[in-house]
């Protein structure tokens, strides 16, 4: 993730059903290392951050696309 901050993830095994056997949720902080440079990230429009850093955020239908296209490569 390009943006300085805290993250939250979730992960849960669940059986056929869909009821959850197990969940696990962890924190992470990601940081540049100079915090002048995080507040300026954290401020900056996201669509200028991301492409500089090499990252790009498809459109709405460019996603969908996407998950299309994984449903069907199955």
């Known amino acids: 993730m390009p943006l300085p901050g805290y993250y939250t993830s979730v992960a849960k095994l ?8 197990y ?4 924190a992470v902080r990601m940081t540049t290392g100079n915090n002048e440079q995080d507040i300026y990230l954290r401020k900056t429009p996201i669509e200028k951050v991301f492409p500089t850093l090499g990252w790009e955020i498809p459109t709405y239908q460019e996603f969908v696309q996407n998950f299309k296209d994984l449903k069907s490569s199955k």
């Open 23 to 26: 969940e696990w949720k962890w």
């Open 14 to 21: 669940t059986n056929k059903l869909g009821e959850p056997l």
